[in-house]
């Protein structure tokens, strides 16, 4: 079975940066969607930014500020986030689809505060 790993997350000052990264535990043979999703408590996983082939998305309050990026071959997903605002605090979770299935990383939390 393949498990997604993440990292990156911790404690920042508003205005500054992290990057996350999720790497899988084995290749995948293919893959479709790529994405970090961000969760809080009360409320929905939502899409913070996704990633085809050539295509990606952003939620508007992160765009300009968080760029997604993907190595297929090593079967991982980076988002790089700068300018980080209070707003960006929650449970960051790396999701990928494709021949392994749809799959969720455990979670890696992000606060931002001063």
């Known amino acids: 079975q393949v498990q997604l790993v993440e990292s990156g997350g911790g404690l920042v000052q508003p205005g500054g940066s992290l990057r996350l990264s999720c790497a899988a535990s084995?290749?995948?043979?293919?893959?479709?969607?790529m994405g970090w999703f961000r969760q809080v408590p009360g409320k929905q996983r939502e899409l913070v930014a996704g990633?085809?082939?050539?295509?990606?998305t952003y939620a508007d309050p992160v765009k300009g500020r968080f760029t997604i990026s993907r190595d297929g071959a090593k079967t991982m997903v980076s988002l790089q986030m700068n300018s980080l605002k209070t707003e960006d605090t929650g449970v960051y979770y790396c999701n990928i689809e494709g021949s392994a299935g749809n799959l969720w990383g455990q979670g890696t939390q992000v606060t931002v505060s001063s």
């Open positions: 990633i085809w082939s050539d295509t990606t």
């Open positions: 084995r290749r995948i043979q293919t893959i479709g969607f």
